[in-house]
């Protein structure tokens, strides 16, 4: 059964910084390019980073280039985005998947962005 558990979400002043952590299960890790996704309230689900199966090849959506970092650890089935100079714009509710949004969606993990 696949799983995909996402944390590291909270409340943070603009221009702070957070750091969210995907644990993934139930499938060949290393066979999929990965991605974080948001969706904020009343608006899309967006793609805002992936990285390739051997996480040397990565991607932003222009909003968050420069200021995301993502990033994986195929030994742990795991991946994080690093999140610096955060906006308000940048609140929703972030998920991670697989570049084709293979999987059922998890629970996600709330980034709030306000002073």
């Known amino acids: 059964q696949v799983q995909l558990v996402e944390s590291g979400g909270g409340l943070v002043q603009p221009g702070g910084s957070l750091r969210l952590s995907c644990v993934a299960s139930g499938f060949t890790f290393t066979s999929y390019h990965m991605s974080w996704y948001r969706q904020a309230p009343g608006k899309e689900r967006e793609l805002v980073a992936t990285?390739?199966?051997?996480?040397?090849?990565?991607s932003y959506v222009d909003s968050v280039q420069g200021r995301f970092t993502i990033s994986r650890d195929n030994a742990k089935n795991t991946m994080a985005l690093q999140m610096n100079n955060l906006k308000p714009e940048d609140t929703a509710l972030y998920y991670c998947n697989s570049l084709s949004a293979r999987w059922d969606w998890g629970q996600g993990t709330q980034v709030t962005v306000s002073s």
């Open positions: 990285i390739d199966m051997t996480g040397t090849i990565t």
